[in-house]
T-cell receptor, first 111, second 115 residues
């Protein structure tokens, strides 16, 4: 079982819709959770991080964490074509330095 | 914000030669840096963890004699791909823990093509 799993997609949504990206993790003791966006040929850039159960909102982005169910999600409201990218979920396993990345979900926002 | 500078951004080399990639933390000290490799349409795969002043820790399946990592200072880590072969062609990315929170900042990546 992989430490972090994501649906690879591709996920397509129309412009203005809500895009929902999901991620599950295996280590129940995981401490912190991150969503990165990666454009083709570019390095990942951090969108959001979340530590506590519940929702965390930042602009059009909302991260949701449910530790009991071991999943973390990212909602993108009012999706824009510029949001088209691969979204990587990353989990910091317990208190170690290592990150484990999911395989990424490819999102396409259709104008 | 924290910046990690990675050079070169792309390199083409002949099979059998060695290539060095540099990763610098510009405005913070990075005691730990990470090196990833990403093949087309695949996710980031952690290759090794680079600790300042000590030997790097390699992930299972990564040849330490082929991918030499040096982290001699708190702001510089280097990855040398020795005797490169076409199958080493990939996107190599470094990252460092910023110290501001438990997140990581990535370098801009190096596209290596071995011909």
């Amino acid at each position: 079982q992989k430490e972090v799993e994501q649906n690879s997609g591709p996920l397509s949504v129309p412009e203005g819709a809500i895009a929902s990206l999901n991620c599950t993790y295996s280590d129940r003791g995981s401490q912190s959770f991150f969503w990165y966006r990666q454009y083709s040929g570019k390095s990942p850039e951090l969108i959001m991080f979340i530590y506590s159960n519940g929702d965390k909102e930042d602009g059009r982005f909302t991260a949701q964490l449910n530790k009991a169910s071991q999943y973390v999600s990212l909602l993108i409201r009012d999706s824009q074509p510029s949001d088209s990218a691969t979204y990587l979920c990353a989990v910091n396993i317990r208190t170690g330095n290592q990150f484990y990345f999911g395989t990424g979900t490819s999102l396409t926002v259709i104008p | 914000g924290a910046v990690v500078s990675q050079h070169p951004s792309w390199v083409i080399c002949k099979s059998g030669t060695s290539v060095k990639i540099e990763c610098r933390s510009l405005d913070f000290q990075a005691t730990t840096m990470f090196w990833y490799r990403q093949f087309p349409k695949q996710s980031l795969m952690l290759m090794a963890t680079s600790n300042e002043g000590s030997k790097a820790t390699y992930e299972q399946g990564v040849e330490k004699d082929k991918f030499l990592i040096n982290h001699a200072s708190l702001t510089l880590s280097t990855l040398t791909v020795t005797s490169a072969h076409p199958e080493d062609s990939s996107f190599y990315i470094c990252s460092a823990k910023t110290g501001m929170y438990y997140g990581y900042t990535f370098g801009s990546g190096t596209r290596l093509t071995v011909v």
